[in-house]
């Protein structure tokens, strides 16, 4: 007989960390929202969620990484906007972040999950910080409500 696992959308009984960027503010405000709104949507206690402020989408992996060692959460969700400016800068903060989150994910084997906005202009990163395109801040979070609970499965 075939089983089947599948994380549910019961926050309740897990505690979350938010690695959140104060670099583009404007954007990273309304993914933060976005995450909170969803945690709340889902049960979560507010004593079970704590947010860590980093000056940069560049600094997310290292703090990801610390704060998912130290066991205390049950995932954490990283929220950052790098936007493409007229030099490659883009290009190298977008993929040392993104490789980062992952390594931080492997490392520690804890859901480390993946609110990066990469976006050619501010426009863009606002449409998919809730303007247009939904918020990927509560996308994000409702990736990490089901990722801790599959873990716990496992």
């Known amino acids: 007989m075939m089983t089947t696992l599948e994380g549910q959308l019961q926050a ?17 405000n309304r993914l933060l929202e976005g995450a909170l709104d969803c945690l709340k949507r889902h ?8 947010i860590v402020w980093v000056p940069g989408a560049f600094e997310i992996p290292m ?12 995932a954490v969700i990283c929220l950052g906007a790098v936007v493409r400016g007229a030099t490659p ?5 977008a993929a040392e972040v993104t490789k980062g ?3 931080a994910a492997l490392a520690t084997d804890m859901p480390v999950i993946y609110g990066i906005i990469t976006a050619d202009t501010q426009e863009q990163a ?6 247009k395109s939904g918020n990927r801040g509560f996308l994000a979070a409702m990736n990490a409500i089901e990722m801790a609970d599959l873990a716990g499965q496992l």
């Open 63 to 74: 703090v990801a990484r610390k704060v998912a060692a130290s066991k205390k959460f049950s």
């Open 89 to 93: 800068h883009f290009e190298y903060i």
């Open 43 to 50: 049960g979560a206690k507010e004593q079970n969620l704590q």
């Open 12 to 28: 309740g009984k897990y505690k979350f960390a938010i690695v959140c960027s104060r670099f583009n503010d404007l954007v990273t």
């Open 101 to 103: 989150i992952a390594q």
């Open 126 to 131: 606002l449409e998919r910080a809730g303007s």
